[in-house]
């Protein structure tokens, strides 16, 4: 069964405080892996995708890594703002059609 | 651009009532999404169409009902409402296999 978990389930830093949070999957025929963002009460917004074990991408203070069994995003000196969920999300099958999320990391920033 | 569009932001259902909640997308994307959120879980696929005219099932389709006639639009159907139902649902769209845009959602309650 195909099955997306996420690490920790809630996440409280100060200010400053570098983490990474985890995403681990087992499924067969992954198309590709992808991280966004949601705030209270909106949409998931788009963060990464990741397409091979070893690919790595950067946006800001985010950086996104994938192995063949998990990826990580570490947050490097967060700030209050970075407050929010954060969702992993695998694409399987042929067509990359169907699309499993895990149940997000809530990220919490103390300044 | 408004991205994807979703109506109602909220409504509240009797018990074998029937509803279409709308989706409306302007960034010609050919592929569209529709999950469910419940508290604690993680996004569930709906249905999904990669084009006008197809359609087909995700992960938890029991109890709904898409279609696909544009490009810009895809309709989800509730028949006969039931409270498992109670959700936030949120519909996406995405160029191919790519990242998925996701609009504000609607938040459903079924009594």
Known sequence: EDQVTQSPEALRLQEGESSSLNCSYTVSGLRGLFWYRQDPGKGPEFLFTLYSAGEEKEKERLKATLTKKESFLHITAPKPEDSATYLCAVSVGVSGNQFYFGTGTSLTVIP | ?111
């Open chain 2, 1 to 111: 651009n408004a991205g994807v569009t979703q109506t109602p932001k909220f409504r509240i259902l009797k018990i074998g009532q029937s509803m279409t909640l709308q989706c409306t997308q302007d960034m010609n994307h050919n592929y569209m999404y529709w999950y469910r959120q419940d508290p604690g879980m993680g996004l569930k696929l709906i249905y999904y169409s990669v084009g006008a005219g197809i359609t087909d099932k995700g992960e938890v389709p029991n109890g709904y009902n898409v279609s696909r006639s544009t490009t810009e639009d895809f309709p989800l159907r509730l028949e006969l409402a039931a409270p498992s139902q109670t959700s936030v649902y949120f519909c996406a769209s995405s160029y191919f296999e790519t990242e998925q845009f996701f609009g504000p959602g609607t938040r459903l309650t079924v009594l």
